[in-house]
T-cell receptor, first 116, second 113 residues
Framework: GAGVSQSPSNKVTEKGKDVELRCDPI?????LYWYRQSLGQGLEFLIY????????KSGLPSDRFSAERTGGSVSTLTIQRTQQEDSAVYLC??????????????FGPGTRLTVL | AQSVTQLGSHVSVSEGALVLLRCNYS??????LFWYVQYPNQGLQLLLK??????LVKGINGFEAEFKKSETSFHLTKPSAHMSDAAEYFC???????????FGAGTTVTVRA
């Protein structure tokens, strides 16, 4: 079946602009995660959605970052007033449930964001 | 809090040689441990995981890892490297009541013909 898809695959933007990154999880997966992969910080957790519960936003680096998940499926990560340090690969993952013992996180190919 | 240290950011092996990637973790509670592989321009793919039970875990593509509590380690091995094993490998940790993965910095593997 189809895996996690993300769009766009690459995004180049100018400093100060807003960007939206999209994630389509695997159908039927209730849990969705955003991670950021950057040279200086490695792979770091950003935000987690599980069903209709309030999201865990504890990994968002600043209030310029926000995310939503509509209808329990597609998610959008929005970065406002982008800065050069936001340049990174943004990875989305989904899992059937939220138990790490049984619910594997499946990752999308990522969106490479470059802020000029 | 959990954390992971991967020793060696780059590993170069000859085709047919042993692949050994080192991972040490710190966790105040029993950990769940994972190895993921990332091929160029692709997302992360789960190789194997340890949750409970048998400490030697076998994964895909001939990889295996052994959980050693006394050494707080979860090293990844493959007896004979193949050119297709060239990729970046990430060790990750979480705990039973958490869903967030904490990743190591990654180890890039190159395979020499």
């Amino acid at each position: 079946g189809a895996g996690v898809s993300q769009s766009p695959s690459n995004k180049v933007t100018e400093k100060g602009k807003d960007v939206e990154l999209r994630c389509d999880p695997i159908s039927g997966h209730t849990a969705l995660y955003w991670y950021r992969q950057s040279l200086g910080q490695g792979l770091e957790f950003l935000i987690y959605f599980q069903g209709n519960s309030a999201p865990d936003k504890s990994g968002l680096p600043s209030d310029r970052f926000s995310a939503e998940r509509t209808g329990g499926s597609v998610s959008t990560l929005t970065i406002q007033r982008t800065q050069q340090e936001d340049s990174a690969v943004y990875l989305c993952a989904s899992s059937l449930g939220a138990s790490p013992a049984t619910d594997t996180q499946y990752f999308g190919p990522g969106t490479r964001l470059t802020v000029l | 809090a959990q954390s992971v240290t991967q020793l060696g950011s780059h590993v170069s092996v000859s085709e047919g040689a042993l692949v050994l990637l080192r991972c040490n973790y710190s966790s105040s509670v029993p950990p769940y441990l994972f190895w993921y592989v990332q091929y160029p321009n692709q997302g992360l793919q789960l190789l194997l995981k340890y949750t409970t039970g048998a400490t030697l875990v076998k994964g895909i593509n001939g990889f295996e890892a052994e959980f050693k509590k006394s050494e707080t380690s979860f090293h990844l091995t493959k007896p004979s490297a193949h050119m297709s094993d060239a990729a970046e490998y990430f060790c990750a940790v979480t705990r039973s009541n958490d869903y967030k993965l904490s990743f190591g910095a990654g180890t890039t593997v190159t395979v020499r013909a």
